[in-house]
């Protein structure tokens, strides 16, 4: 039978873009675990060298741990405030819904670079030091629309009937928020969360303008590339990229199992929290 | 008692938005019209930012750039992407959620590593070339691939495909296959569907992922210091080191500024088309 779905095609396209999208980052970890500090062929060989390099680099640790602080702090803050930000949006039929919704939108739809010199000059105007603190504020702009998008999603997609029923019997706001919503979307927000700690972890564009003098893991990876051709850049891409991978699988797990319990599909929520952005 | 609405609780994420967000894009705008010096600006107010903004041959030249690298990345990133999208949305394959795994998580790996990867891939000492020297194919290495607006192109490409995927493959979530079985029931061919039933629903969210790309592709300034050399160079390269090394936040901003009004005029003329064509109101039945 041929379906409508049967295109060899678009199959052939799907196979190319998967190459092309997964292509390049394994010829980074590839050359990773190359033996001599040749990036070309032929491949002479491997070794952990640039692994155990980059262990002992006190400048690479350093990096890493202002990268895990920034994000944590992204993260955790984008939890709290996007979470009571969309139960608020999807539980009030005020006017006022539509803005804010448009507000928390917006920064997704600025390039970073608009938004990291816009900070650079708001911090120097009212004369704060750049810090860790400034790229933690930064980030959470830049993360907040993600997470707040797919927290709408779930929230929005709830049956009112449960909460409803609860007020009814005398819960509280709070008690109908912990008892009823909250275990019905907590694996989407832990999700959405994580998914807020890739993107803080892995962002240079706005960090570049409002970090200072500190470093984190992409600043570090930016001077590396500038200076030399490094080999050992290979070697913390590589570990970047098992990172963030480790993170989505996290995610992607989370969300698609609690759509499943849901309504039996295992759709990531990522898909219908993009259907609603305007 | 006066008891706060839910919405209250949106106040203090407001509140982080309007203080890192809405108060420094303004206070930057602001800045376009001062004049700028040594990492300080002056008054009184001036358009002289704009005009330089607009006129230097260098601004020209990087805005000329900008439009063509922009276009290049979300022509090819949407021509691409559409296929893809098509596929994981009717197909029966069991590889389908792999697919959808591998495209999304790509989305996630890091900006840097990707622009690193395609200079070692395209570089004269590069994958390519040392490949095909081994291959005894070439003697001498190619360097058309690197440090022109075909590398920076390639790399936004790779950048934002995922994105464009995910958002097409979203756009066509309620276009049921029973349509497209309807469409060939009727006596329609693959061309034909296409043309007349996909396309049309994936014409907004094609819309909105090609001036996605095309803003980030144009605004960016990693990438072509990376891999653009001296023909692939990009606005926001001179805008970053107005920002940086050369102290004139003013006339960053009047850049930045001027590059916003392109891409808002763009963006009205997308929307002008999608309302003309009346493809922006299309509703399904369920």
Redesign the interface.
Not at chain 2, 20 to 25: E, R
Not at chain 2, 99 to 106: D, E, G, H, K
């Given at each position: 039978m041929t379906g409508p779905g049967r295109s060899g095609l678009a199959g052939a396209f799907t196979v190319a873009g998967v190459v092309f999208l997964w292509g390049p980052l394994l010829v980074v970890v590839l050359f990773s675990l190359h033996s001599t500090a040749a990036l070309s062929f032929p491949f002479r060989g491997f070794s952990l060298r640039w692994y155990e390099e980059i262990f002992s680099s006190a400048e690479v640790r350093s990096a890493a741990e202002n990268s895990l602080i920034v994000a944590t702090a992204t993260a955790a803050t984008t939890l709290v405030l996007g979470t009571l930000a969309a139960y608020g949006l999807t539980r009030t039929s005020s006017r006022a819904r539509g803005p804010l919704a448009l507000l928390f939108f917006l920064p997704i739809t600025l390039p970073g670079l608009f938004i990291g010199t816009a900070l650079l000059v708001a911090f120097a105007r009212i004369e704060v030091t750049l810090s860790l603190a400034t790229v933690a504020a930064a980030h959470l702009v830049y993360v907040f629309p993600f997470f707040f998008l797919i927290a709408r999603a779930a929230l929005d997609r709830l049956d009112p009937a449960l909460e409803e029923a609860a007020a009814d019997l005398g819960a509280g706001r709070w008690l109908v928020f912990r008892r009823v919503t909250l275990p019905q979307v907590w694996p989407v927000l832990v999700g959405a969360a994580c998914l807020a700690f890739a993107l803080s972890f892995d962002e240079f564009i706005i960090t570049f303008f409002v970090i200072g003098p500190d470093s984190t893991l992409p600043m570090f990876i930016w001077s590396t590339l500038r200076r030399t051709i490094d080999p050992s850049i290979n070697a913390i891409s590589t570990l970047l990229l098992l990172f963030t991978l480790l993170l989505f699988v996290v995610t992607f797990a989370l969300t698609s199992w609690s759509e499943r319990r849901r309504r039996g599909s295992a759709e990531p929520l990522v898909v219908p929290a993009l259907k609603d952005a305007p | 008692m006066l008891r706060a609405?839910?919405?209250?609780?949106?106040a203090?994420?407001?509140a982080?938005?309007l203080v890192?967000?809405?108060?420094?894009?303004t206070?930057?705008a602001v800045?376009s019209l001062l004049t700028g010096a040594f990492?300080e600006v002056s008054g009184p107010l001036t358009l002289d930012n704009y005009r330089e903004a607009v006129e230097s041959p260098l601004h020209r030249t990087l805005a000329r750039n900008s439009l063509l690298v922009g276009l290049f990345a979300a022509v090819a990133s949407v021509v691409?992407?559409l296929?893809?999208a098509?596929?994981?949305r009717?197909?029966?394959?069991r590889w389908r959620?792999v697919?959808?795994?591998?495209?999304?998580?790509?989305f996630?790996?890091?900006?840097?590593?990707?622009?690193?990867?395609?200079?070692?891939?395209l570089?004269s000492?590069?994958?390519i070339?040392?490949?095909l020297?081994?291959l005894g194919v070439i003697d001498d290495p190619l360097t058309f691939f690197l440090y022109n607006r075909f590398a920076v192109t390639v790399a936004l490409v790779?950048i934002y495909?995922?994105y464009v995927?995910?958002?097409l493959?979203?756009?066509l979530?309620p276009l049921s296959?029973a349509y497209?079985?309807a469409?060939?029931d009727l006596g329609a061919g693959?061309w034909q569907?296409w043309r007349r039933v996909v396309l049309p629903v994936a014409a907004a969210p094609v819309a909105?992922a090609f001036l996605?790309v095309f803003?980030?592709s144009a605004?960016?300034?990693?990438t072509p210091q990376?891999l653009g050399g001296t023909s692939g160079g990009l606005l926001?390269v001179i805008?970053?080191q107005n920002?940086?090394a050369q102290g004139d936040?003013a006339l960053?901003?009047a850049i930045?500024f001027s590059m916003?009004g392109a891409f808002l005029a763009l963006y009205g003329v997308v929307a002008l088309a999608l309302r003309l064509t009346r493809l922006d109101r299309l509703r399904f039945v369920s």
């Open positions: - | 609405g839910p919405l209250a609780l949106a203090p994420a407001v982080v938005l890192f967000f809405v108060a420094p894009l206070a930057f800045y990492y691409f992407a296929p893809i098509y596929w994981l009717y197909t029966r394959s959620m697919v959808m795994f591998l495209i999304i998580a790509s996630l790996a890091s900006y840097l590593v990707r622009i690193y990867a395609w200079r070692t891939i570089g000492n590069g994958l070339n040392s490949g020297d081994q790779h495909l995922p995927v995910l958002v493959y979203a756009g979530a296959p497209l079985e469409a060939q693959r569907r909105s996605f803003v980030l605004a960016d300034y990693v990376f926001g805008i970053q920002m940086t936040y960053g901003a930045a916003l």
